[in-house]
């Protein structure tokens, strides 16, 4: 016993102190780039916002994060040691204003002189390839495996409704909402679309298709319709992909990396660009970048153990906004969201420290793939807000309510129940019991409150009157294009775009060094072991419920995953 423990506690040693190597390294500079240098970047699932927690010596994918890859593309514009970037499509899990944001950046890159070029293993395998070959359009020559396929399909829309289901299970949805495009409870309330579902959804895949057709054709040298002609007579093998102009060239890998070094003029050095980090320019003032990501809840953050789902909690998030609003060093804070909403307490708990750190140094907003519902209300009072064209936004609404199991529990599960109360209302929240007419038009009379706080906070902060609020809210989303030309959004970007603008906004001369700092510092190892995570799916369902809550089906679905309507209030 006494040696288990000992090498326990040696495993337990080298871990940590490879943890504080690591973290030192990282201050200190890390790996910079030397002689003739080509990133490698591996696009195989998801890019996350801020890097993930692993356990030490894990294996397998790590995802890389925007949090890594920005400091990385600003700084390899400038390091002569950077000869390009050499990009292996496999998978890209993440949304189409993310994918928005990882193709300015390599664009930048080749604007300063830097050669950007792509592989694809294949652009979709059984599957839609659409943004994978959109990512890949950044990059000045696109190679294609000899094998793969490029399936340019455009995008599809499915969803699955559940109340027949629940009709089977004895299950009754009860839910309230306030807004008429408020549509994510329609999933489990009804069997198909509303007419207002079906006219703010075509309008973001309308949105969406315009966008990846302008960027594909300016890309490829090709007109719009051109494209839209391409996609229809998608599936394409590799050799009707090269005879299309759709790609370059056909190549293997072997084949690939020569050309890279034929470009380099002799065998180069290749790094993964998570692994190149330059460290931080000498400099007196700083832009923080405060990470706001997940769904919100009051109280503590975290993320679920067995849905990986990120929560926002309203405590932390308060606690650090105090922090950037005293730290004499940060000039302007950026604030980065990706969020699809949550609790309308903890989004106003928030946006209240938003607006006191507003008082005292300019604060932007980022928006990554969603800021809707919550993720937008916490954005509403800021100095500006910047969006991808991709992003979905708004959704100015709320809902609310329950599902009542009594009759599944009883007459399926075979439970028994006995209830007592004190109090007419005791019971309004109860899974056993359904709501009186009383208790469903006080719910409602709740939920307007919130809707009328949450429409007077985005009309003060975007300087719109009350009215023009009211005609773009009802809870519909919008892709931040729409968003930008209804004055919920001031400019179309990434986060380059916001740094300048903090950096205006603090006036910052254009001439001086700044440094770019990431907050709240990524998760640890240790955190995964031993962070305290409590529940958040409602127990009263059991398990199926439970289930369908953590992976509700998508009123938006573009495989893989463009973009995912927010999930809000």
Known sequence: MRKLLLIFGLLMATAILATVAGVLLGRKGGIRAGGATVLVWRVAGPVLEQEAPRLPFAEGFKPGSIAELYPAFRAARLDPGIRGLAVYVQNADFGLGKAQELRRQMLALRRAGKFVECFLETAGEGA????????????????????????????????????????????????????????????????????????????????????????????????????????????????????????????????????????????????????????????????????????IVRGSGGSAPLTEEVFLGSDEMASLLRNMAEDESVSAVVLRIDSPGGSALASDLILREVEKLQQKKPVVVSMSDTAASGGYY?????????????????????????????????????????????????????????????????????????????????????????????????????????????????????????????????????????????????PSWLDLLFAKREPRLPAAL???????????????ELPPPVARLARPF
Request: charged share 25%.
């Open 542 to 556: 059991a398990e199926v419920v439970q289930t369908l809550e953590a992976n509700p089906p998508r009123l938006l």
């Open 128 to 295: 839609n390839g659409t943004l994978e070959y959109y990512l890949a359009t950044a990059c000045e020559r696109i190679h294609l495996a000899p094998a793969g396929d490029l399936n340019l399909l455009g995008l599809y829309l499915e969803n699955r409704f559940l109340r027949g289901t629940f009709d089977k299970l004895k299950i009754e949805p009860e839910f309230n909402q306030v807004g008429r495009y408020k549509s994510a409870v329609e999933t489990y309330t009804r069997s198909q679309y509303t007419a207002e579902s079906r006219e703010a959804i075509a309008a973001v895949l309308d949105g969406y298709f315009s966008q990846i057709v302008s960027a594909i054709a300016e890309a490829r040298g090709k007109s719009p319709y051109e494209v839209q002609w391409l996609i229809d007579g998608a599936p394409f093998s590799a050799e009707e992909a090269v005879t299309r102009g759709l790609v370059d060239q056909l190549s293997y890998p072997d084949q690939f990396r020569a050309h890279l070094k034929k470009r380099v003029g002799r065998e180069p050095a290749y790094l993964a660009i998570e692994d190149y980090h330059p460290g931080q320019p000498l400099a007196g003032k700083h832009i923080a970048v405060v990470f706001a990501l997940g769904t």
């Open 378 to 522: 916490i954005a509403a009072k800021a100095s500006k807000i910047v969006a991808e064209p991709a992003t979905l936004t708004g959704s100015i609404g709320v809902y609310g309510g329950k599902f009542v199991t009594r009759r599944f529990e009883e007459e399926i599960l075979g439970f028994g129940h006995d209830a007592q109360k004190r109090g007419a209302n005791a019971d309004i929240y109860s899974s056993l019991q359904s709501a009186s007419p009383q208790q469903v038009s006080r719910l409602q009379q709740l939920m307007e409150r919130t809707y009328s706080t949450f429409i007077t906070h985005v009309a003060a902060g975007r300087r719109l009157n009350r009215r023009a609020v009211e005609g773009v809210a009802g809870g519909r989303v919008w892709t931040g294009a729409a968003a930008k030309k209804i004055g919920l959004v001031d400019e179309l970007g990434g986060l380059d775009k916001a740094v300048e603008i903090a950096r205006h906004e603090a006036g910052i001369g254009s001439r001086e060094t700044v440094a770019v700092d990431f907050y709240p510092p990524p």
